[in-house]
């Protein structure tokens, strides 16, 4: 796998042959809800599945950075760049560090951003995921992030797709119960229900994701991931066919006129 390079300056939104880049953002104001764990899991999914992916990192905290730099060499490559300035979002000083290759994008952002601070990184992306967490607290500030998030005219116009992930559930709680109640009050869909594990916390120690390791207790975990990887793909299919028809020739629109 070629070197990022630094130099060229890709469309975000159009990788180096012409194609999209998929652009996957991973956000909620509440911090603790699983945004690292989620950005990971998927980074290493796409690396394992052979596609050019590269996260770019936007928490000062650095989690997803540091999880990049424990990876071994026998694991598939995830390109991370790091950013710890969040009020500019994805300004153009970081399209510009974008390796021209890149096909999907994972952005893993801050904690605590303010409506100003997320509405750059929402411009840059073809989906939101929001993780959520079985806490009352929690929840409740997850509920402010997501009613701002459906004003959004990204959202309304449907350009940014959202979906929430259900994270970190012990089955038959009163804390599980709950969050299922709200989340089928919600109009976004809940695409899986991620189990409480500390697999997850011994594999991100090595710099792995459940895709890098081939053990029956991670093959059951996997499981839970394949909704979310299926709706993905269609989303992602979604955006190719509408870059196809919003870079058609100019010529070849006025056939038939």
Known sequence: ??????????RIGADDSGGTVFRILIANSKGGSGKTTLTTTLAGYYARAGRLATLLDCDPQGSSLAWSQLRGAQHATVRTLASSDPANGLGTGWVLRLPSDTQVLLIDTPAGLRAHEFVP??????VLLVPVVPSPLDLHATLGFLDGVRRLPEVRQGLLRVGLIANRLRERTVAARDLDATLQRLTQTCLIRVRDSQLYLRLAAVGMSLFDDNSSTTRGHREDWQPLLDWLSLRESERRREAKVAFLP?????IGN
Do not use: I, Q
């Open 1 to 10: 796998m070629r070197a990022p390079g630094l130099s060229r300056c890709p």
């Open 250 to 254: 100019a010529a070849a629109k006025k």
């Open 121 to 126: 990184f929402a411009r840059h992306a073809d």
